[in-house]
């Protein structure tokens, strides 16, 4: 259980920052062939209402396009899932007198 949360918190950085990251480097058994990418539900009162959708179509489009597995929703090898909790947008390194910086997105699953 402990591998499959691991893979799942690699995939959703991987999602957030797909310029830096990819499969090359994760090992997944050979016994496992198969995956399923389950909607991701949004329980997150502020968060834009297609970001759930939005998040469960990249890791679904990233696992189908990096890894060997294929997409089986019956009987799957492995399972992923999750829930939107909190989302917020916070400002950083504000300047004085200026507008904002930088924008920085936290989504808690």
Same mark, same amino acid.
């Given at each position: 259980m402990a591998f499959i949360r691991s893979l799942f918190f690699f995939l959703l950085i991987a999602i957030?920052?797909?310029?830096?990251?990819?499969?090359?480097g994760i090992s997944i058994g050979d016994n496992v062939k198969t995956y399923y990418v389950g909607r991701f539900k949004d329980n997150a009162t502020n968060?834009?209402?297609t970001l759930a959708q939005t998040l469960t179509?990249? =890791?679904?489009?990233?696992?189908?396009t990096e890894?060997? =597995?294929v997409e089986n929703n019956i009987t799957p090898d492995i399972e992923f899932k999750g829930t939107l909790v909190d989302f917020r947008v916070t400002s950083e390194a504000?300047?004085?007198?200026e *507008? *904002?910086?930088l924008n920085l997105s936290l989504i808690h699953i």
């Open positions: 957030i920052a797909p310029s830096c990251y990819t499969f090359s968060a834009p209402p179509n990249a =890791l679904d489009q990233k696992v189908r890894a060997r =597995l504000p300047r004085p007198d *507008t *904002t910086a």
